[in-house]
């Protein structure tokens, strides 16, 4: 059976401790199995007009949730893997998952801020095969002694003890993003391809490239762990043109019938509205949410 995660905004005005712990609260007592949140660690002006401060780091929000939380699954959609050294990244993951009991999934992709790669120093235009190289590392030094970086050799030991590591060597890694470079890397590297702002034909279209990239490989085909619009609206939609997660409650509720009978493994629901003018307050969205998974 598909399970049904939640997106909780780390950001705005709305963001305060007590409805971030709203959040999880709301999700244990509905039936979700995770809660993911998002990534930004200089926001520029560009990100601050869609996701305005303050913004919550999400390794330490994520780290606080958990010791909040009993069952709750807790992830991030996504890590932007360039922007912090992958041994830091691969510790602290590692880390959340330990103090979690097994709990915690990396949600990763390449980022889309140009000003923000400059901000914190990364090369945007060398984003992807820094994502590559890190996700090598973050790999490596949760299953190895030993971590090549740059072609340098550290010794490292962060090697998963704790409940994780009877099922698995390390926490689930998931991939987003779109495109050939997004497949190859989710085949690579992920245990999840996790798209986001869907469009169902590209889903339809990509879903087989994934098996494809994996009998290339020889590697396993990826779970499809996509995070989905849940924006309702008065009334029914004009199907043309229609954002797929958008429109009425009807209308919803079969977008999430489409993805469960792709295969969905997970559909993490985000009812936020695209822009920060339109979202409303944590509790409509929980109705919304509780509305559309309440069949389910």
């Known amino acids: 059976m598909t399970k049904l995660g939640v997106f ?6 709305h963001a305060t401790p007590d409805i971030l712990l709203g959040w999880v609260r709301f999700a244990e007592s509905h039936g979700f199995e995770l809660a993911m949140v998002s990534d930004h660690v200089a926001p520029t002006p560009d990100v601050t007009d869609l996701y305005p401060s303050p913004f919550y780091d999400p390794f330490t929000t994520l780290a606080w949730l958990g010791g909040l939380t009993e069952r709750l699954e807790l992830g991030t959609t996504v890590t932007i893997v360039p922007y912090r050294h992958p041994l830091l990244v691969a510790r602290m993951a590692n ?24 901000a914190v120093g ?6 992807g ?24 050799y550290v010794r490292y030991r962060d090697v998963s003890t704790g409940p994780r590591a009877a099922r698995a060597p390390h926490p689930p890694l998931w991939i987003g993003g ?3 470079a997004a497949v190859r890397r989710t085949v690579q590297f992920g245990d999840a391809w996790h798209p986001n702002q869907l469009d169902i034909e590209r889903v339809q279209a990509t879903l087989p490239a994934l098996r494809e990239e994996a009998d290339r490989q020889g590697r396993p085909v990826p779970a499809f762990c996509p995070r989905m619009r849940a924006q309702l609206t008065d009334g029914n939609l004009l199907e043309t043109g229609r954002p797929f997660g958008r429109g009425s409650l009807q209308q919803i509720r079969g977008d999430l019938a489409t993805l469960i009978e792709l295969g969905a493994a ?4 985000d009812p936020l509205a695209d822009r920060p003018d339109d979202r409303v307050s944590p509790e409509r969205d929980w109705e919304t949410l509780a509305a559309v998974i309440a069949d389910h």
């Not at 990364?122 to 984003?127: M, Q």
């Not at 590559?132 to 072609?151: F, K, M, P, Q, R």
């Not at 997970?266 to 629901?269: A, F, G, Q, T």
């Open 8 to 13: 909780v905004p780390n950001f705005g005005p």
């Open 95 to 118: 880390n959340i998952d330990q103090f979690t009991g097994g709990r915690f999934i990396l949600g990763t992709g390449v980022g889309w801020s140009e000003p923000e790669f400059a």
């Open 122 to 127: 990364a090369p945007f235009r060398e984003r």
């Open 129 to 152: 095969r820094m994502t590559d190289e890190y996700l090598t590392a973050i790999t490596d030094a949760w299953t190895n002694d030993v971590v090549s970086l740059d072609g340098r």
């Open 178 to 180: 779109w495109g050939p």
């Open 266 to 269: 997970y559909v993490v629901l």
